[in-house]
Every structure is written in C-alpha cells, then in structure tokens.
C-alpha cells in the first residue's frame, strides 16, 4: 500500500508533462521559459516527494540537496536564456545569405 | 483555552483573506482593488499572526511574528501606492 | 595517485578563472591551461596504460553516499581527443578573436567548455552526469552566441531551449531510478538494476535526453544553425565533441549500466534512426550551400554511423567479436573528432580570409590557401572513409559486424552514406580548384593553418596507423565493472 | 496542541484535504500560467505558483527548499523574467517556432505520456524498499563538520556536485555579459519606494548573513544568503543605482571568481596529505564548508545581480574606465 502523500509525487509528473507539452506549442521564447520552469518544478516534486518519509521521521537529505542544485541551476539557464531573449530584437539580422 | 482563541482568531483572520480577494478579483477598478486587497489583507495577516502567536505560546515567537507581520505591512503599503502610481502615471484608473 | 583524475577538469576550470581576472593576458594564459589540461591528459592515459581503470572516491566518501570519478579507457581516449582538438582550435583561436575584449570572453568561457567535457567523461554519478550535461550546454550556448549577429542568437537560443528540454527528460529518468533503486552511482545501479517497466521507462527518458542533445535524427534540427553560426573554433568543438559527449553517455548508460535490461529492439530502433540521419545528413550536406553548413550536417551524418554501431554491438555476444566492434566504434567517434574539427577550422580560415564561406565561391581557394585546401581535402578522406584513416577501418568492421550479425540493413546504408559522403566532399573540392578572377596568388602558409593541418593528418594518417593500438588501449578493464567499488 | 483539541482521524483528513487542495492549486496555476497567451500574466501566475510550490516543500518537510524557492525559484526568477518582459515588447518577443503537430495528438501524446511516467512512478516506488541514501547520509552526519543534513550532502558527501554547480552558475553570468552592455538608463525612483529600500536593504543583508550562518545547523546556506544579497542589489537597481550596488568591474571579476576558486583551494589542501579532493579533515570540516559557503554566497550574489542588470555594466570592456 502506497502512502497518500505520494498524490505529490503524481503531481510532479502531471507538472512535467503539462510544462513539456506547453513548451513544444507555446511559440515565443519568454513563454517556453516559463513552461520549462514549470517542467523542471515537476521533476523537483517528484524527488521531493521520495525524500519524505512521514510525518516524524527525518526526511531523506539526499534529494533535498539535488533538487537545491537544480534550482540554481534551473535559475543559472533561464538567465542566460533571457538575458538572450533581451538582446535579441535589437540585433540586427546578417546580410542575408542562408 | 489558549488553543481555541488561537483558532477562533485566524478563523476570523481567514475570513478577511477571503473578503480581500473577492475585492480583487469583483471590485471594478484598480484603485477599490487595491484598497480592498491592502487593507483586507493586512488585517487578516494581523489576526492569523495574533492567532498562530497564541498556538505556539513562546513570547519569542510572538515578537518574531510581529516583526514579521510589520514588515509586510511595510511592504505592501509601499507596493500598492507604486501600483496606484504607476497606473496613475499611465493614466489608467481601470 | 587516484587525485590524478581531478587535473583535467581543475586545470581548465582554475585557467578559466585566471583569464576571467586578467583578460589581457587571455591568450597566453588560455594556450598555457590549454597546454597543461593536455598535460593532465597524458599523465592520464600514461597511467592508465600502466595500471589499468582509476577511481577515485571524492571527499573519501564511499561511491554511493559520495561521488565517484571513473576512468577506463572509452573515457581516457575520449578525454585524450578532447584536450588535443582544444588545444589546437585554442591555438587557431587565438588569431581568429582581432578585439581583446571578445578574445578574453572566449577564453574563459573555451576553458569552462573543456573543464565540462573532462568532467562529463570521468564522472561516475548519474545526477553528477546531469549537472556536468548542464554545465557543458551553459558554456556551448554561450560560445556559440559569442559569434554576435542575429542568426548566432536565435541559433544560441533554440540551441538552449532544447538542450534545456533534453537535460529535463533525462532528469526525469534520473528521479526514476533513485525511486526504484535508491542510488545515483554508476556501479551501483548496475548491481541493483532489473529488467523491469521502471528500468524501461527510465532508460528511455534517459536515451531521448541525450539523443536530443546529441543530435540524432530526427531530433537533429537544432544542431546545424547553431554549429553554423557559431564563431570557427566554436564550430569545431560543438562538432567534434560535445555532441560525441551526450552519444559518450548513452554509449556508457547502455552497455556499463543497463546491460541487464537492455533489448534488441530498442537497439534496431536507435539503429534505423542512425541509418535515416547517415541518409538525411549526407544528403542536406550535399546541397548545403555554405561550407560551415555542410560540415554541420555532415555532423548529422557522421553520428548516425556511431548509432548504427549498437544494435550491432547488441547482439554480438560479449567477447573479443564485441570487443572488436567497439573500438570500430571508438576509432570512428575519434577520427571524426579529428577530421570535423579540422574542417571547421579550414572553413574557419576561408571564411576570414575570403570574406565568406558559400561553397559555389570557393574558386580560386586552391591557389591561394593551399594548405587549407589540402586539410579539407585529408578531412575529406576521413569522413568518406578512404584509406588509411581511422574511418576505413572502423567502417570496414562496421560492414563486417552487420554481416556476422546478419543484419544486412546497414549494408546499403553504408554504401550509400560513403558515396554521398564522397560527392559532398568532391564537390567543395571541385570549387576550391576552380578558376577565379579575384583570388591573387599568394602562396605563403599561414600559422592560422597549422592546427587544422595537424589535426587533419591525426584524423587521416596517425589514427588510421595507430588503431591497433586504440585496441590494446580499450581492452585494459573497466572501472564500471561491479566487482570495483 | 492542535491535536488535543480535534480528534486524530480528524487530523490525518485534514491533511488529506490540504495536500489534495495543493495539489489542484498546482496544476492549476501551472496549466494557467503556461497556458495564457498574455505574458505578463503568464509571469504573475508563474511567480504565484513559485510561492506555492515553496509552501509544498514545507509541507514535505524541506525547509531549505522552501527557503530557496522562495528567494531564488519565485523571487529571483520573477525579478528576471519581469526585467526582460519590460525590455521586450510583447510583439518583439522572439519566436523560436513552434512545431506543426496537430493539437488533439499533442493533448494524447500528454496524456499517454503522463500515464506511463505515474504507472512508472508507482511501480518504482512499490518495488523499491525505500531505503535508499537517507539513513547513510543520517548516519555519518556527526562526521560532516555540519548538523544540518541537506547542508552536510551538498557541501560535504556530494560537494563535488556543488563544485561544479557554481561552474554553472559561472557559465550563465559569462554568456549573458558576452551578450553586450547593460542598459544603462536608469528612472529615479519616488519617496516611498526609497525609504522602502532603506528600510529593506539592511534587513535583506542582515538576513542574508544569518542564512550562511544558520545553515550549518538549520535550514538555510549559501544559495539561500546569496539570493537574499542579490535581492538587495535588484532593490538598488530599482532605486536608480545603475550598477545595483556592485563594486567595480574589478571586483566583480574577482566576485565571481572567488566562489570556485576558494573551493578548489580548500579541496586541494585537504588533499595534499594523500586524502582525496574535498576529503576534509575532521576537526575542520566546520569551518571550512563555512569558509566555502561564504565564498559561494558572495559569487552567487554577484553573479546574480549581473543577470538582472543583462549585460556588462560599465568598465567590463578593456580600455574602458572603470566606474562610471
């Protein structure tokens, strides 16, 4: 018999799969970002939810520190992701060619 | 004792939460809005912090929750008038 | 000893921080890191020559609790390539940046670059693995949006946005098996691991998130803007090796991890995906118009070849006829490491001197750049798979694995991928030889051309002559073996 | 004390409830927040669900990641995503081109693909005993040099991870000021918000020290310090000050150089006596991971006020004056 709480761990992947499919319709880079923020929540969740182990017992640190280094590193790309969406419309196209 | 006016008082608290975000979300412009949801909301905080001080009866983490709730009471006055600010600069008082 | 594996990721990284304080001095501080990761990669394959597979258990902590650095010898080859076309497109590099800002810029980020590949290769962690797929994308996107322009930024950004998806499926597969099996590390996994659905659908996401990253057809469209448009030097090393790094992981996940619950159907379906790229890339590198754009598909291309070597590699029984395959499989990944890197460093030094790249302007090139007309002509040679290169070799055991596996697909597959291969190489070619009435004769060699010379020749000659060597090397153990920890 | 007013099963419905209502409000403000064509609000709700996703990972008892995602998941991802939303107008925004499948065969695909990844989910989950790393990581906590556990795998059982996460994080702040100057015009801000500001920007730092204290001990470490330190300087962007507060082009060089650099020297000493890389010492465990964190903190911060500002401030470029 499975605990209740795993309806969190269900719930990330219901997050992932909402944020990869929005990311594949969705047209303008900003709204892709986001989607794929979303997606990476959902995997968070789901290791967030294997670290729980009950009301009073110690959670599992493990995945307590892999999902703080996939948030930084989730915020490291989107940075750089938008910081590229900034510079974009005000480069000017190449002659041409191609 | 002390429980049951702890829970009477973010009962009481919950309802002005409520109160405020049917302001923002029926209210028809955004100057009632944001009255609606500043000083609903404020109050609601207020009472759930009173309220969640007499839970954990700890005379440290009453102040800690007063201090806290004076630093969103702080925060959010200042971010509702750069919102009636900006939409006044705008000119949009929808 | 073991602290042997930290130098080629430290050096690189600690170089990057160096150039970062003191721009200025970019180039020679970026050749001397290029040259001491070089260093740090020889001790490594001296050692590993001598005393067989490393580990080394980071921060003393058991693997498992800690993490692990492995080394055998797919990596320590695959490294060793690595620090060498870094080293060469570093030196190419350091004419090819005129503004010593830009230069400075390109310096720590190529380090952080190299820093990332020696990481992915010897790491022996799965989520280890995530982080250094990240990092490695991070530093890609941000080389290749050093080429300014438009079309480099819309190219960095798709570029991004995918591998972004790519390193989240992969994740996701991650999650999947710490769920099922409770440990990240490589070796232990494999111990843990079953047939079963949770195995499936993990490896699954794990393959589809590295196939997104290393480009296999049909999830390939992202890799030809972003490795045409990056800066030359870029170009050399997203082709050469970063897309080999994600193939490197599925190579390893596959036969060190998933061994237990791998199927022959998956590996026929990856197989034909190859085929298609080998079909699809020779033939878009065949009407490519422009020379960086060919030699980006000719990238599609080439790694399907290294996809069509699982199945075969599958159902041959472990053993010396395995063993065999899978060096073919090795000297293929290398000599196109090789071959590629020099012919976008070629590209590189035409597009600079001519003022372009389009492949129906090249006449007159033969003259007046002979050097760089000949690499592409000897990087022509590797990725037809003429003799001597390494290529030949490894695709004559291709042939003679599909044949001894009865897998005859393949068969025409190669033959047809050679003959285009041959057309598109012959056709630049027959360009570059042509007449032109702007090109003045000017026969001098220029250093810009040396490291793509030198690495054309690796590709060709010395890669094609030492194979038998690259065997010996490969066969000297794993460190992903159970038995180790 | 609740409990001795309500009923126990009371106690585990109520639960039930609140984890069921989470969970809806999730899914929900995320299918609202990727779905809307309207940016702006796509980024409110987005930054909506940060804080609710902050509130589900106190309810699954992670603290330091609701600390985190508060601060750098909804606060600093929205500061970021709100920046570019302001320099972009919405017709200019790039479009990477969306792919031309059929809608109801993406909605199936969703579908298909969320059943088969929840089916593995459970049978991962039933299969395993659900062991895993948790009682190691428990057990040789007293040998960390720190008492908090998520504390103790990142920067100590797997520092290495970190290590090269702060590669990462390097690897952004470079590109975006590879990408070009920062703008540099900058709107004074009125009277409230700058008294806002004087009151918020000690608070943040005084926090932000705490946080890299308490981590060895409690929730809290050097990500959450740094993102409350960049906090600050997005304030100070805000008030006007157009390099956010950060020192000059020289000290930002050495800013973010120091978070990877103290770490390797401090990996590489503990290994001189023939330990491993980031084999710390016993005895100096403590110290150095706070030596390593506070570093980090400081890179972190630097690195992300550089994001936000978007580009190189002044005096990046050689032969520029420093300043200005």
Known sequence: MLPEYIVFGLTGIGLFVIGLRAALVQAAALARILAINVAGTGIFLVFVTLAYRGHDAAPDPVPHALVLTGIVVAVSATALALALVRRLPATPGEDGDD | MLDAVGLALIGTGLVFFAAGSIGLLRLPDLHSRLHALTKADNLGLGLLAVGVAFLAGDLLIAVKLLLLWLLVLAASAASAHLIARHARLRGQGR | MTNLLVWPVLVPLLGGLATLLAPRLANPLGLACSLATLGAAAALVVVFADQGPMILALGGWAPGLGIALRADGLSVALLAMSSLVGLAAGVYATGYFADPDVRGRFWSLWLLLSAALHALLLSGDLFNLYVTLELLALVAVALTALGGGRAALEAALRYLTIGLLGSLVFLLGVTLLYAGYGTLDLVGLAGALRPEPVAWVALSLLTVGLLIKSALFPLHFWLPPAHANAPAPVSAVLSALVVKAAFYMVLRLWFDVFDPALTQAAANLLGVLGGAAVLWGSWRALRAERLKLLAAYSTVAQLGYLFMFLPLLLALPPGPSRDVAFGALVLLALSHGFAKSALFLGAGVIQQRAGHDRIADLGGTARALPVTTFVLALAGVALIGLPPSGTFLAKWQLLASAIETGQWLWLPIVGIGTLLAGAYCFRVLGHAFGPSDRVGAALAVGGEEIPALLLAITATVVLGLGAAGLWEFLALGTAFDGGSR | ?324
């Open chain 4, 1 to 324: 004390m609740i409990d001795s007013l309500i009923d126990k099963d009371w106690v585990e419905a109520l639960w039930l409830i609140l984890d069921f209502a989470l969970a809806v409000l999730l899914l929900g403000l995320a299918a609202a927040a990727v779905g809307t064509r309207d940016l702006r609000r796509g980024i409110a709700l987005f930054i909506a669900f940060g804080l609710l996703v902050a509130l589900v990972w106190a309810r699954l008892r992670a603290p330091d990641l609701a600390l985190a995602e508060a601060a750098i998941g909804a606060g600093v991802s929205g500061a970021l995503l709100l920046a570019a939303l302001r320099d972009v107008p919405p017709s200019g925004l790039p479009s990477v081109g969306a792919r031309g499948l059929p809608l109801w065969l993406l909605n199936l695909g969703s579908v298909t693909l969320a059943v088969l990844l929840g089916w593995a989910l459970l049978l991962a989950l039933a299969g395993s005993d659900g062991i895993r790393l948790a009682d190691l990581a428990l057990a040789n906590l007293e040998h960390s040099g720190v008492s908090n556990p998520v504390t103790a795998v990142l920067l100590n059982y797997r520092a290495y991870d970190t290590f090269l996460e702060l590669g990462v994080v390097l690897a952004a702040v470079l590109g975006v000021l590879a990408l070009g100057p920062a703008r540099r015009s900058v709107r004074p801000a009125g009277p409230v918000l700058n008294s806002l500001i004087r009151l918020l920007l000690p608070l943040l730092i005084v926090t932000g020290g705490y946080l890299l204290w308490i981590g060895a001990t409690a929730p809290g470490g050097a990500f959450q310090a740094g993102a409350m330190l960049a906090a600050a300087a997005v304030l100070l962007r805000l008030g006007g000050d157009a390099t956010a507060g950060l020192p000059g082009a020289v000290g930002q060089r050495w800013l973010l150089a120091l978070g990877i650099a103290v770490f390797a020297a401090v990996g590489l000493g503990v290994s001189t006596g023939g330990g491993a890389f980031l084999a710390y010492p016993h005895d100096w465990a403590g110290v150095l991971i706070l030596l390593i964190e506070a570093a980090a903190m400081l890179m972190i911060a630097c690195a992300l006020a550089l994001a936000y500002l978007g580009g190189r401030p002044a005096g990046w470029t050689i032969g520029d004056r420093e300043g200005g």
